[in-house]
């Protein structure tokens, strides 16, 4: 039995306890400042206010006053934090971390460098540790619905990581007759898949809006930016130098992420024909990753434009999906442009 | 204006009249001696019974008998039979396609070899042409549902041969404001992920099957059959030598198929736990072209790897499918095996 230490007590963070308890292992939940209310109610209650579910027995909550003893004797940390809260994450927590213990991260997201380079947040953070620090961070990609996690439903995702060897003793700690884990060491490319599903389920959902607004039923339209988003999303898979078989872990997870989630819901108020701004008014103000990926990647690929290392044309649709977010753009899917540049 | 032959006119043969009128071209629909009833219902009210729709303007109807004069002078020649037609066509109308005809054709499946070795079936077909034949053998990939082609709906596939000007050509001939045409050289890829579209969309469908039978809604189980699904077929596509890319045009098709159509029905029977013969009662004897690629590319791979040039363990969930297909096998769906070998 280990102690396993989950920092962010959202809904994705939350829902590791599952696994964790699962396989017998101490859990500790550290809520943020963000999840005040969700610690208070579980120390009280028992209750995940936000899974609407009774957290597993054993579950040991605190507030992030009490970081310090949670985290301490812990055999791994899990980051539970959104994108939004990397950096808090990476600054506020990593630090406190002893030396020796791993960190498996449920954050999603591409950190774009000063020159456009993209990198994914376990190797952005990873360059910035002090040097001498022994603390190895891996991630967690692939389709996971927080909700199905917690009532044992078959979930299949990824371990990425530097350490394969490192990756099969987090595997043996979490994997259970219904978390299913797969293991690889091309960060780059799991990370990228993880990040790029959010982006462009906004995007198939361009057509779902599209549909809704007209009245029509089809599906040819969606299927062709679903195949699209594959293909851009592989040719940034091979720009950040990561392995064209990971594309297996967008395929997935884009397929239950245009389902279900916020992205999908941007998406379809855009291809509705929405503006920006009326769209996010719609949504009031919830937070979207899918759209700060996108716009974060086609910054970042006009950046590597300059100098020849990328080639927007390479990426219609993104494009598209960035003068919607960025520009107030009118919706004009671009379609030919795509079958093109196919 | 050219002169287009579309042979077979089924469903897909016959949505292909759509853009080929669209471009204005004479449109010549030819019935297999299967289609008899389409045709004769056609000639007399310009209606496709199948289709359930009005044949576009023009569009001139035959019966297999009046196929030489339907083929006399034809700029173009669309092969619309399905994969169990694909030798009829070959013996049948091939050999009396004049030489500098190009044939596009809609047939999705591939060909087992003695020893094997899978082939597309433009290529199995053009190794067996007499030689000094210049008959030059193309074919269409990706999502297409034919009905929504026909009503103008936003369609994005890809055409693919050996030729890439001749390629150009077609698409300069077929291609409309709504039908959007890639181009492809790379026959293995696009082929094999046409195939293997319907045969993992039976695949995926399993896991929705079970859910149903269970009761319980989740989204999880069958995404992660999907990233399997995509994982599999991309190591078929490169073991015939195929590109990578052309995974895309999987990505996108399988999405569709999972949500409309006959491949997805066998699966979802399965899924619920039926055995094969009880599923195919259900379906009363409807031919499935996902369930023949599943065991033709299974006995394949078997064949393959008794010298050592496939392993049948990269494949675990196109075994488990075969299994259920071929040997009654009761539904197992080895999350497990899959995980160890992602």
Request: aromatic share 6%.
């Amino acid at each position: 039995m280990s102690i396993i230490t989950i920092v962010g007590s959202g809904v994705m963070g939350s829902a590791m306890c599952w696994p964790a308890r699962d396989n017998g292992h101490e859990v500790r939940l550290v809520g943020t400042h963000l999840d005040r209310e969700i610690i208070d109610a579980a120390k009280k209650t028992g209750e995940h206010i936000k899974l609407k579910r009774r957290l597993p027995d054993g579950v040991l909550c605190y507030q992030i006053e009490e970081l310090e003893t949670a985290l301490s004797g812990a055999d791994l940390v899990i980051g539970g934090v959104s994108s939004f809260g990397a950096r808090w994450f990476e600054e506020n927590v990593l630090p406190k971390i002893a030396d020796g213990t791993p960190v498996l991260s449920v954050t999603k997201g591409l950190e774009a460098q000063e020159d456009g380079t993209l990198l994914p947040f376990p190797v952005a953070m990873a360059k910035r540790m002090p040097a001498g620090r022994n603390v190895v961070l891996n991630a967690i990609g692939g389709p996971c619905l927080c909700y199905e996690l917690c009532d044992h439903h078959h979930t299949t995702i990824a371990f990425c990581g530097p350490d394969m060897e490192l990756l099969k003793k987090l595997r043996d700690m979490l994997e259970t007759e219904f978390y299913h884990v797969c293991l690889s060491t091309d960060i780059a490319g799991v990370e990228c898949a993880v990040a790029m599903k959010n982006g462009f389920a906004l995007g198939v959902a361009l057509a779902i809006g599209q549909k809704e607004a007209a009245g029509v039923e089809n599906l040819n339209p969606e299927s062709a930016l679903f195949g699209e988003a594959t293909r851009e999303t592989l040719r940034l898979i091979r720009l950040m130098g990561g392995e064209e078989e990971s594309i297996c872990y967008f395929a997935g997870d884009l397929y239950v992420t245009v389902y279900a989630g916020r992205s999908r819901r941007l998406g379809e108020l855009l291809g509705r024909g929405l503006d920006i701004d009326e769209a996010r008014e719609r949504l009031n103000g919830v937070t979207l990753e899918s759209a700060a990926v996108d716009v974060t990647v086609a910054a970042a690929l006009r950046r590597m434009a300059e100098d020849g290392r990328a080639n927007p044309d390479d990426f219609p649709l993104l494009q598209h999906i960035d003068e919607l977010l960025s520009q107030h753009a009118k919706l004009n899917i671009p379609w030919e442009k795509m079958a093109r540049n196919a």
